[in-house]
């Protein structure tokens, strides 16, 4: 019979893999698979729609029915350059009761958990599936979540709960804002800046699309907040710019301006809504520009959408977590995460996995032993609720 390994060499083997997110994924789904088959485990690929260095993979354990519990995590990882590591990041080294490399915390602990679980689960008699789905590019906006989500209900029966194991110290997170980003381009017209009245300054109406943010920012912190978004931190819609370049010299009405502009969405507020106002802005100061300039215009290119985490009432998978982890706070977190894809798709959805927010992406990222040990907990108790 094939070994049935720890998730402590489970760990070892997914943090050897550079997966960073700009980098291929591959070596590390080939071997998960490989391992999860070497156990007689069907499990499949979901290939990324067009880069062929990366893919997901999706597998299931337990009797073949609906109604599995869904373990989804994110393989990839935030680069290390020019980040002050006292190890080798892509080595698991122990030391003090912490596990350090990149990934160990965001999020590859969990995801050694969860192969280890469905291993575990699939020499258990489980009565309730149990399902993994493994995603690539959730540090780039989330984008490998939903397409996968298809995959998996394409290979086997529907799940009906997700847990996210994004770091949360084992508790239950039950909501987090959506994002939404989009590249801004404003396209003027150059002239030379003392006849600035005949071109259009892209820089200059740039800046009318920033000062609405600031508005919108104003206009939201001073509205009085819904019951969801009241549980967060600010408790408002946030629209920010963090990025601009434009213009080439002090005298010539600036030709282009590209800046990024973010939304970070309350669950109770809509994502539609706030793109239509967005749009709305945008057409108002685009008509302006071509009340001067015909040709000059604004285009917006959207860069990424992660949806929100909507607390659910009498969540199944939040139920679940509570039950298993005996946490009853109630906790929403600022991060986005592939949640709100899952639940956007139907499934009742929570996050909680091992390790603290504060260490993702950090040099010398680190997860505690005690919280993989309390991890590993979990998944027992998770394969018993399941048999
Ligand atoms: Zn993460």
């Given amino acids: 019979m094939a070994e049935r390994l720890s998730p402590r060499a489970i760990l070892d083997k997914l943090v050897s893999f550079p ?11 080939e071997w998960v698979q490989d391992y999860l088959t070497s156990h007689g485990i069907e499990s499949h ?5 067009t880069d062929p260095a990366k893919a997901g993979l999706v597998a299931h354990v337990g009797p073949d029915i609906e109604g599995a519990i869904v373990l989804s995590g994110h393989t990839d990882v935030v680069p290390v350059e020019g980040q002050p590591w006292s190890t080798d990041p892509f080595e698991v080294v122990e030391k003090d009761g912490k596990l350090f490399g990149r990934g160990t915390c965001d999020m590859k602990g969990f995801d050694a958990l969860a192969v280890w679980a469905i291993v575990e689960g699939h020499y258990s008699d489980l009565k309730r599936p ?10 780039i906006g989330c984008t490998g979540a939903a397409p996968l989500i298809e995959t998996m209900n394409k290979h086997f029966p529907r799940g009906s709960s997700t847990i996210v194991g994004e770091p949360s110290m084992m508790g239950a997170v039950t909501g987090h804002k959506g994002g939404q980003g989009f590249n801004v381009h404003v396209r003027g017209f150059e002239v030379h800046s003392s006849l600035m009245h005949t071109g259009v300054n892209a820089i200059m109406y740039g800046a009318k699309l ?7 920012n104003a206009e939201n912190r001073a509205k009085e907040a819904g019951p969801v978004a009241a549980t967060f931190e600010p408790s408002w819609t946030t629209v920010h710019v963090g990025m601009i370049e434009g213009g080439t010299a002090h005298n010539i009405t600036a030709l282009d301006c ?3 502009l973010d939304f970070r969405i309350v669950p109770d507020e809509s994502r539609d809504d706030w793109i239509a106002r967005f749009k709305a802005k945008v057409a108002e100061v685009e008509a302006e520009m071509q009340a001067v300039v015909p040709e000059s215009h604004i285009a917006l290119q959207e860069k990424f959408y992660v949806p929100g985490l909507m607390p659910e009432e009498a969540g199944e998978a939040e139920a679940l977590v509570r039950q298993l982890t005996g946490d009853n706070a ?4 600022s991060y986005g995460t592939e949640g709100g894809h899952f639940q956007d798709a139907g499934y009742s959805t929570v996050i909680c996995g091992p390790g603290d927010i504060a260490q993702a992406h950090q040099p ?5 032993v005690a919280q993989f040990e309390a991890g590993k907990g ?7 609720a399941c048999s």
């Fill in 19 to 29: 997966t960073v997110s700009s980098d291929t994924n591959l070596p590390l789904i």
């Fill in 45 to 49: 690929q979901h290939p990324h729609e």
């Fill in 130 to 139: 149990l399902q993994l789905a493994l995603s690539y590019d959730e540090e």
């Fill in 210 to 216: 920033i000062e609405w943010a600031n508005e919108m």
């Fill in 258 to 260: 590209h800046f990024g």
């Fill in 330 to 333: 109630s906790r929403v977190v």
């Fill in 364 to 368: 010398d990222e680190f997860l505690s």
């Fill in 378 to 384: 979990f998944m027992q108790k998770l394969i018993v």
